[in-house]
Each structure stands twice: as structure tokens, then as C-alpha cells.
């Protein structure tokens, strides 16, 4: 009937276990559906998120053209399960290194301050008792160091062009 209901024209809060119907055999496979519709598989969704991604580099097409498009989610997941090996395969860790690249601003600087600490609090383990997220954090950040000249660069180039002109 609603929040309340009326009783010889006075107002009577409803009681929720007396007015609520018990839930069907539709509304429990209702909610079944909507459990597996969350329970979404990130890894595959990422994989062709990278492929159409690829096609954007290199001969510089529109995203739209290659069928890329940004996808915060996506890349919300893929930083944060980056070093996870259960998450996110060999290959597909490899594909991703060339995007994580690609980010920039704050994701950018949190990745590398996460990769840094967990590099720096394995290295005074034995190399041989490395796990695969410190050996990927080290990855990640030699591609990220590697990476940081050559924006700098690109920026300072761009000054010198502006002054140029």
C-alpha cells in the first residue's frame, strides 16, 4: 500500500513484514541475472579494450575510426590489478605496459608511487624470492622512468617551436 496506510482516517506507519510479499521465484532469478551481469570478466574486456587501443597508435586514425574509446572503468581496473598475476595474465601484462605508458596526471603519478614502494620494500629480499608483483612494479616503472624523458622532451620541443615562432 506505501509508506503508510490509512485506518479509520488516521495515518499508520505499515509494518514492512506484514505489507511485504515474500519474494517470488521471478524476483530471485532477477536478482541471479543481476549478479553474473556484475560479475563481469575484466581481463577479456581489457584485452580488446588494448587491441582497438593499439590501432589509435602509430599512424594516428581518429579513435573512432579504430573503435576505441576511453573507458575510465576499464582503466580504473587494469591500474589496479597491473601487478596482480592472477588477474591479469603474461601477455596481457605485456600489452598493457605500452598503455600504462599512455596515462598521465595523478593515475599516472599513484601507479608509479605504489610501484616504487612495493620495489623498494622487496629489494632487500633475495632476487630469488621476488613475487610477480614486485618483478612487474619494477617493470612498470623502468617503462614509466623511460617514458617521462621523452614527454619532457616532446614538451620542451614544443616550447622551442612557440618561441620560434
Known amino acids: 500500500m506505501g509508506k503508510f496506510q490509512k485506518k479509520d482516517d488516521k495515518a499508520v ?3 514492512p513484514l506484514v505489507s511485504a510479499a515474500a519474494p517470488t521465484k521471478d524476483a530471485n532469478e ?5 549478479a553474473k551481469a556484475k560479475s563481469r570478466d575484466f581481463s577479456s574486456d581489457l584485452a580488446s579494450y588494448l587491441q582497438q ?8 586514425p581518429t579513435p573512432s575510426s579504430s573503435g576505441w574509446k576511453f573507458n575510465k572503468v576499464l582503466q580504473n581496473w587494469a591500474l589496479a590489478e597491473c601487478l596482480n598475476g592472477e588477474c591479469i595474465a603474461k601477455n596481457l601484462f605485456h600489452d598493457l605496459l605500452p598503455y600504462l ?9 599513484r601507479l608509479l608511487e605504489r610501484c ?11 632476487e630469488a624470492g621476488v613475487s610477480t608483483e614486485a618483478k612487474r612494479a619494477r617493470k ?6 623511460k617514458a617521462e624523458p621523452e614527454a619532457e622532451g ?3 620541443a614544443a616550447a622551442e617551436k612557440e618561441e620560434e615562432e
Open 140 to 145: 612498470v616503472v623502468a617503462k614509466l622512468r
Open 116 to 126: 616504487d614502494v612495493l620495489t623498494l620494500s622487496v629489494d632487500d629480499q633475495a
Open 53 to 60: 587501443w593499439k590501432g589509435t597508435q602509430g599512424s594516428s
Open 154 to 156: 616532446d614538451a620542451a
Open 13 to 15: 506507519k505499515a509494518d
Open 101 to 109: 605508458c599512455s596515462v598521465q596526471g595523478g593515475a599516472r603519478d
Open 30 to 34: 532477477k536478482r541471479e541475472v543481476k
